[in-house]
């Protein structure tokens, strides 16, 4: 049956008697094992139970997060805007939910902070593993840790963490640009830009913290250990280092930021101060403001009140949220379009006798008596309403708002800042689509001068002129540079052109005009003036209000908005400043804020050689 | 006839006693990982096993007799497999023991390479007619279970390779080796130990052995598997916390419960009556092997069973030890209740070897 054994040449049997002693003693081997064995789990269980029961029940592991510090921000020479400094926070470990339960009184003593409080942070982080504590107080007072320390024992529940705290500028400088952080909010976690973020974490809500967030976050670490009952730590189990926040550098200039802010404290408006070779923002201002500070540290419920009930909107940034009408600013766009089109020329002439007839209702020219025979440039030095009025109706609604809205009008610049507005430029088509309404020819008239439903953001301004006197190019407003961040938005294109090319003759007509509204007798824009700079601009006044109701409520709330735009040189300029002064009244109280800034550029640009502020200004660093 | 010959004469009592002792496993596997990302788990080890039984049935299948004589093949093919897994085999936690298959399974070789081993010793010792072991017998023996030792120390696992080793001392211990040899392979060992120390194991090995020593007092990570594992035994008392209510399992004191450590867990959760009642099963089946040794037709026989209780024995001493604090963390499992497919069938195939051997007692 079996296939033949060549192994066993002995009856069967015999054989296996060879090894019985030997598998004797292998069963008494085996037996002397297992009796080794029990006697093992016989002092382990029943000799020394209370030792190891002790151990079991003061075991505990503790997980400590490892905060990552956030980048700080500068400005395009190194200069830090913000920056953190360490405090320290109080922790709720949250593994023995009975004891922590019955603590909680003693603690929310201790720590001054109201029980309902801690006890809605416990719901809030509920959904959380239990292992990973919850922050309940942030700067904690010396006194605050001392408790902590001195209740080591009776309340193991509390641990402190040392967290780097974010540092704003003070008094609201730069704030509405730099924006602020804080906790991240539960509708927040459901959207996708912050899906990847736990509850806790502490994210930018606003300007350039929101948007460069995930440059600027970091990576937190995280800090095991096996602790007794006494909080000390018996063992380390691991540790995985936070991944600092990377810095950011910002294309602001932080002179010329100081520069605009000196200037507009005080009034409520903005400053936006560009390079339109580069697009790179070198100032932005909002006004009023406010103290991102008290983001940083939770903010109370009744400052949080005051902020968004404000009847001034500080937390508005105006410099890109801002639609008004531009005013008398607008005339540039008016010309450029005339003259591309050939409607108008140099020698157009009008006679402004101080308003003019327009489809049977007068319009009035803002020079009482009139600016008598006058032709395009003056008509731009002198502002002269009566000029564009006609201009505007010869160039048509139609063709007016093409070009307008192909200079930039009722666009979003692209600037990298979250919730940037694109103003409004009316049209009948626009009418139609908004209003379900025909245009009438006399609304042609206005918006020729920029009143009506014209609106233009500050950032708007300075682009669009800024692109204008460049001859039709027309750079994308960023605040960081590209190089920077590539690696991390390798699709943006931050600084992208867009090109309307422009008739060098046009350029030369708008710019010169814009020349003699800065230095040319009988300009607007004179107080804009700056000795040995090639300075031109426009003033604009915009109405917030008829002029039948200003007569009648004498309020300055309804002020006009005073504007002024100025470029330096004039053509190809190396930096354009847009200023709106709310309720300034005219436009020519806004321009010594753009000379304030534009001369503080100047006076740096001639303190150092061409190269030495290439140098500084980081241009090396540009591809 | 053949048939016949299965049904009456297998081993029921040794299989039952087998299958008690994997249901304890699979129990403690269920408590072990019901409330972790290996939850069923013990599903898993269910199928290893009927898997297993189904292998073990074919094993007693092919007569033993000719299995050894493929054993010059099947030793050849294990060495390539082994070299296979250096060069292909997928890192786990730090180490290459299995080879991936078709299907998401993986293959851990070096356990099966058991098998031919146990066979390869038997056919050595059994050819042999002498009744002493010469010098020679003991190179010889020793290169035949080295060289796959080496090679599964180089993976690196230290523990399974150790495993190799008692079938050789027993394979040596039943042909009857000299007290002056054992004397001299003792003096060799004690000779070649600083060097293997300094040479031939990985700073973690070291570290194992060193905590081994004094385990409290050490502060790494090597030193804190077992101080858990000691607590977690402990905290069983004398009646155990209940089955799912090992706090120290639970909450994730205790380290891979569900495998090497499945001991401490099964400690934890019954107690000290419990452990009694395992140990008393593996102390059955162990003695019911050797009733099968002491029974078998052939010399062949004998080295073939008795190999495969120094393999099981030295698991459970080695194993259990290390959940005590009596031997190194090696990493070997507990057979028969630690999750593992590779780990359940073998032993299943090794209890098939087992009976395939008595089977054939009565057969001329």
């Known amino acids: ?623 | 006839m053949s048939n016949f010959l299965r049904y009456k004469g297998f081993d029921w009592f040794l299989l039952g006693m087998v299958l008690l002792i994997a249901a304890l496993g699979v129990m403690e596997i269920y408590s072990a990982t019901y409330r972790t990302k290996f939850a069923g788990a013990h599903e898993k080890q269910i199928y290893w096993i009927l898997a297993g039984i189904m292998l073990m049935f074919l094993m007693t299948m092919i007569d033993y007799h000719t299995l050894m004589e493929q054993v010059p093949i099947m030793y050849l093919v294990s060495i390539v497999l082994l070299a296979m897994v250096l060069v292909v085999g997928r890192k786990v936690f730090g180490s290459r023991r299995w080879i991936p298959l078709a299907g998401g399974f993986h293959f851990q070789v070096s356990e099966f390479v058991k098998l031919v081993i146990i066979l390869a010793v038997a056919r050595y010792f059994s050819e042999a007619r002498q009744s002493k072991v010469a010098v020679g017998d003991l190179v010889k023996v020793g290169l035949l279970a080295g060289v796959p030792m080496g090679l599964v120390l180089l993976q690196p696992d230290l523990g399974t390779s150790l495993t190799y080793a008692p079938i050789v001392m027993m394979g040596v211990l039943l042909a009857g080796i000299r007290l002056k040899h054992v004397a001299l392979v003792a003096l060799l060992a004690a000779l070649a130990m600083p060097m293997a120390w300094h040479y031939g194991l990985k700073p973690y090995q070291k570290a194992r052995l060193t905590t081994f020593l004094n385990p409290e007092g050490d502060p790494l990570k090597a030193g804190y598997q077992v101080l858990q594992s000691k607590i977690a035994v402990g905290h069983g008392g004398l009646w155990g916390r209940g089955t799912t209510k090992g706090t120290q399992m639970q909450l994730g004191f205790l380290p891979v419960p569900h495998t090497d450590f499945i001991f401490a867990a099964f400690a934890e959760e019954h107690g000290f009556f419990g452990v009694l009642a395992a140990l008393l099963l593996y102390f059955m089946v162990l003695m019911r092997l050797v009733h099968n040794a002491q029974t078998a037709p052939d010399r062949a026989g004998v080295f073939i069973v008795m190999g495969v209780v120094g393999v099981l024995l030295f698991h459970v001493l080695v194993n259990v030890g290390m959940v005590i604090g009596y031997m190194p963390t090696t990493g070997i499992p507990l057979p028969l209740m630690s999750y593992g497919g590779s780990s359940v069938l073998f032993i299943f195939m090794a209890l098939g070897l087992v009976n395939n051997v008595r089977l054939r007692r009565f057969v001329n």
């Open chain 1, 1 to 623: 049956m079996s296939s033949p054994n060549r192994f066993t040449g002995y009856p069967e049997g015999s054989d296996t008697k060879f090894a019985q002693y030997k598998i004797a003693f292998v069963q008494y081997l085996t037996l002397g094992i297992f009796l080794l064995l029990a006697t093992g789990f016989w002092r382990l269980q029943i000799q020394n139970p209370d030792y190891y029961s002790e151990l079991a029940e003061q075991n505990r592991v503790k997980s400590l997060p490892l905060l990552a510090p956030r980048g700080r921000i500068i400005d395009r020479e190194g200069r830090v805007i913000v920056s953190n400094y360490p405090s320290f926070s109080i922790l709720l470990l949250r593994e023995q939910t009975r004891q922590l339960l019955q603590n909680l009184p003693a603690i929310s003593q201790g720590l001054d902070i109201p029980i309902e409080e801690l006890q809605g942070r416990l719901r809030r982080f509920a959904r959380e593993p239990k292992y990973e504590p919850i922050i309940i107080k942030e700067d904690a007072t010396s006194a605050d840790l001392a408790f902590l320390e001195a209740h080591r024992d009776d309340l193991p529940e509390l641990e402190h963490v040392m967290v780097q705290r974010r540092l704003y500028a003070r008094n609201g400088f730069a704030a509405h640009v730099i924006g602020y952080v804080g906790e991240v909010s539960d509708s927040e976690l459901n959207n996708p830009e912050f899906a990847q973020y736990n509850p806790g974490a502490i994210v930018g809500k606003s300007g350039l913290e929101r948007q460069y967030n995930d440059i600027l976050m970091g990576q937190d670490g995280m800090r095991r250990a096996m602790v007794n009952s006494r909080g000390r730590e018996v063992q380390k189990l691991e540790e995985k280092p936070a991944t600092a926040g990377k810095q950011l550098r910002l294309t602001i200039d932080l002179d010329l930021q100081t520069a605009a802010e000196v200037a507009m404290d005080g009034k409520n408006g903005a400053v936006v101060a560009l390079n339109p070779h580069t697009g790179e923002v070198l100032a932005m201002v909002s006004r009023p403001t406010y103290d991102p500070n008290k983001f940083a540290v939770r903010i109370t419920s009744q400052e949080w009140k005051e902020l968004v009930e404000n009847p001034d909107y500080p937390l508005l940034n105006r410099a890109i949220q801002a639609q008004l009408a531009p005013g008398s600013v607008f005339k540039v766009i008016n010309a450029t379009g005339g003259l591309e089109e050939g409607v108008l020329t140099p020698e157009t002439a009008v006679s402004c006798a101080g308003g003019a007839t327009f489809y049977g209702r007068y319009f009035k020219c803002w020079q009482k008596g009139g600016h008598g025979r006058i032709a395009l440039h003056r008509a731009i030095v002198q502002s002269c309403d009566v000029f564009f009025y006609n201009a505007g109706q010869h160039l048509g609604i139609d063709k007016l708002a093409y070009y307008a809205e192909h200079l930039g009008m009722a666009h979003k610049t692209g600037i990298d800042l979250p919730h940037e507005e694109e103003g409004v430029m009316p049209s009948p088509e626009w009418k139609r689509r908004m209003f379900r309404d025909k245009w009438y020819a006399g609304e042609t008239i206005s918006v020729a001068i920029g009143q009506g439903s014209v609106a233009i953001t500050p950032l708007q301004m300075a682009y669009i002129v800024g692109g204008i006197a460049s001859g039709g190019e027309f750079r994308r407003p960023h605040l960081v540079f590209p190089a920077d961040v590539r690696a991390e938005r390798p699709e943006a294109k931050l600084d992208e052109v867009r090109r309307f090319p422009l008739k060098d003759d046009t350029v030369e007509q708008v710019t010169l005009g814009m020349w003699g509204v800065v230095n040319e007798g009988g300009g607007t824009g004179g107080r804009a003036r700056i000795q040995g700079v090639d300075v031109g601009g426009k003033t604009g006044s915009a109405q917030v209000a008829s002029l039948e109701l200003t007569r009648v409520v004498r309020s300055s709330q309804l002020k006009d908005n005073a504007w002024f735009v100025g470029a330096a040189p004039r053509r190809n300029p190396e930096i354009v400043v847009a200023v709106l002064f709310e309720h300034g009244e005219h436009g020519y109280l806004a321009a010594p804020i753009v000379r304030e800034v534009i001369k503080t550029y100047w006076d740096k640009r001639a303190r150092f050689s061409r190269q030495e502020y290439a140098r500084l200004a980081g241009e090396e660093n540009r591809p």
